[in-house]
């Protein structure tokens, strides 16, 4: 009698044939489902007349739409002023903005080509972050839905494969919180301060910051120092960059100041509302710490992050610190405050994020670089706090190399700034980094104005701070030629440079050797590159992992030489 079982092979081939389908309507229905969580609807905007205006020309760098304005000043900084509905300032920023939202998105993804050169990671990549985003619009209010809708319209065509324009600058909006989660690395290495009573020379509030976001060189030449007077709410002012209708930094019309701090964060599990955002809520709807505490407590973010609040009304400086899941108040108990990338509330500072980011980060000796500085400033001046945020030495002095993340001026800022409150002043650093001019914006004049009749300077010319004579020094002219070898190495140079020379623009510095050190290993010269890593070691190291990096390098020199 014949045996009809399929044989052992044969039932094996249609497990496996049954396994691949399996496997592969898992990845079509992933890939669908990544589609359709990706797409991002506008608003439905009531009123949409504002879209067909216009911009009128004052002058080259100088536009007007109605009563809005745009120009650029002989400073540097580009000035922005819009008022009205959420969705008609939108359209009003766009229009007269449009050149630099191009520009800044072809610089961000010129960026990210290089960050991720692979066209097939990068397309992966675009799902992911669709996930994480998936529930974005709903985490935003629908004032600022409509407001960044309104400033899409002016968007490219060119990035419409990665998504619509209303969907990529919403999702811009979040780009800090989901970069900051997964790299959780110097592209925000912030410090800021503040100073008021004993501790101020007028004994008014002062406070300064430096924004350490490095998203490449062409990201941050066009900054842009915006005026909103909304329909409700507070006016106030911030210094952004072209699409961007987030707070970084800003002061809103009450004396009330914003600035973010980022700190260690987990990946995020869904969207939230972008810390930008709510940055944004607080400088618009706030007058004090009370009413901004309680705007930040009704919000969950991505990601976990210190805001310092600068208060006129109650003439001091608070950090309000969030994570994913709590919201925490810290109020330093003196006449002066520093915030750089950890927390130090009591209910926050233990957490294990926390503790790690203290053992391992630049964050804890740059908070004690500043305390240092400021015990030895006396009460704080406008210029003092200038100086603060130019210093780059190590604690007690220590020449750590130009760039060392440990320093407070890190040659990287994408801006520099110092409000004074109670004045309404605002003081805000241009190119290159904290090295050029300071020139200040009084807010009454500004929201003062009833349109803009003519192309003229705003700021206030006899408040502007001189630039820094290290930009007119041998050292600065080295650490351009530093910086300029530097990209080469990082993009993996491995011949054509002279070493030695490198080595000579920036001594002082860690990194420097560590670049040595990478540019002999790929060379397969290892006793040279081993003699470099040995020099790093010996230097002001930035950060735990950096250092473990530098021994695993060394260890491979040995091995390869013995083998």
Known sequence: ???????????????????????????????????????????????????????????????????????RSDSGLYELYVEGQPFERGVANGKLTRELVVKQEDAFNEQINQMVPSGAYRHFLKYVIGWFNRNLDENVTQEYKEEIYGVSLSASDQYNYIGSNYQRLMNYHAAHDIGHALQNMALVGCTSFGTWNSRSADSSLIVGRNFDFYVGDKFAEDKIVAFVRPTQGHAFMMITWGGMTGVVSGMNEKGLTVTLNAAKSDLPAGS?????????EILQYAQNIQEALSIARQRKTFVSESILIGSAQDNKAVVIEKTPEETSLYQSGQDYLICSN?????????????????????????????????????????????????????????????GNEKAVNQLIAHHSVVFQPQKLLVSISTAPWQLG?????????????????????????????????????????????????????????????????????????YHTYVLAGDYFFRRKEYEAAARYYETAKTKEIATIPERKYILAQIEQCQKRLKS
């Not at 399929?6 to 229905?29: E, K």
């Not at 669908?32 to 216009?54: E, F, G, K, N």
């Not at 391992?360 to 603060?388: D, N």
């Not at 701070?465 to 990209?487: C, G």
């Open 437 to 509: 001019p300071y020139v200040t914006y009084d807010l009454r004049k500004i929201f003062a104005l009833q349109g803009l009749p003519a192309d003229q300077e705003l700021r206030d010319t006899a408040r502007d701070l001189p630039a820094d004579t290290f930009l007119n020094s041998t050292d600065y002219q080295n650490f351009v030629y530093f910086r300029r070898i530097k990209e080469q190495l990082r993009r993996g140079a491995s011949s054509g440079i002279n070493i030695v020379t490198f080595v000579q623009s920036n001594p002082s510095y």
């Open 342 to 402: 950890h927390y130090q509330s009591s209910a926050l500072a233990g957490q294990p994020n926390n503790r790690l980011q203290l053992e391992e980060s630049a964050s804890l000796y740059r908070f004690q670089r500043v305390e240092e500085l400021l015990q030895r400033a006396g009460p704080l001046t406008l210029p003092k706090a200038v100086a603060l945020l130019r210093d780059q030495k190590g604690q007690r002095d220590a020449d750590i190399g130009l």
């Open 1 to 71: 009698m014949m045996n009809h079982k399929p044989s052992l092979r044969r039932r094996l081939w249609r497990f496996v044939q049954w396994t691949f389908l399996v496997f592969c309507l898992l990845l079509l229905a992933g890939y669908l489902y990544l589609r359709a969580v990706a797409i991002m609807d506008p608003p439905a905007v009531t009123d949409t007349r504002s879209a067909q205006a216009r911009r009128d020309s004052l002058g080259p760098y100088c536009y007007t739409l109605g009563r809005n304005w745009f120009r």
């Open 272 to 280: 939230a509302t972008p810390i930008s955002l709510l940055g944004r």
